[in-house]
């Protein structure tokens, strides 16, 4: 069965520059978690969403926004990005509203801003 | 302070050889925790999730232990194989949505 998809897998981008990344959910999971781990850290939650609704935030900066669509497949958008920003951007999802906590986790999509 | 802590922080082992990792947490209340496993750049693959009811549960060659009263787990690696060279992460969840990672545990297994 397919995992979750993220994509791009690799994305370059300026300072000051917007970017957006995708996570599709493995099929019937309605939740949907982002982390973001930077170089040597611990992976930090940003935000998650439960059936196209936010049902929690972490620490997600302004600069950065999330939506789950119809589909159950979410984007995180980043804009006016910053050299700190550069990490490896984590999807994970996770059936029936996160309950009976098993969560499946997607390759990552690394960010570098130069 | 990390609320989860693991230890050692990096071990290297003879290809076939068993070797055990801790993970202390102080996180409250107490979910679940899990255990991944992590390639350099890769997403986490999850090896085991236990409940506070749990005390062991087996992936294969994987078994982790569970001691909610002392706030203990391990993750044991019986007959270790190239394949197993990885970070093995700890993630102690104490709702559904936040999960405190540890740092991982480096695992080099050498033929």
């Known amino acids: 069965a397919a995992g979750v998809i993220q994509s791009p897998r690799h994305l370059i981008k300026e300072k000051r520059e917007t970017a957006t990344l995708k996570c599709y959910p493995i099929s019937r999971h309605d939740t949907v978690y982002w982390y973001q781990q930077g170089p040597g850290q611990d992976p930090q939650f940003l935000i998650s969403f439960y059936e196209k609704m936010q049902s929690d935030k972490g620490s997600i900066p302004d600069r950065f926004s999330a939506q789950q669509f119809s589909d159950y497949h979410s984007e995180l958008n980043m804009s006016s990005l910053e050299l700190g920003d550069s990490a490896l951007y984590f999807c994970a999802s996770s059936p029936t509203g996160g309950r009976v906590g098993e969560l499946f986790f997607g390759e990552g999509s690394r960010l570098t801003v130069l | 302070k990390n609320q989860v802590e693991q230890s050692p922080q990096s071990l290297i082992i003879l290809e076939g050889k068993n070797c055990t990792l801790q993970?202390?947490?102080?996180?409250?209340?107490?979910?679940?925790l899990r255990w991944y496993k992590q390639d350099t750049g890769r997403g986490p693959v999850s090896l085991t999730i236990m409940t506070f009811s749990e005390n062991t549960k087996s992936n294969g060659r994987y078994t982790a232990t569970l001691d909610a009263d002392t706030k203990q787990s391990s993750l044991h690696i019986t007959a270790s194989q190239l394949s197993d060279s990885a970070s093995y992460i700890c993630?102690?969840?104490?709702?559904?949505?936040?999960?405190?990672f540890g740092a991982g545990t480096t695992v080099t297994v050498r033929a």
């Open positions: 993970c202390n947490y102080t996180v409250s209340p107490f979910s679940n």
């Open positions: 993630v102690v969840s104490s709702n559904d949505y936040k999960l405190s």
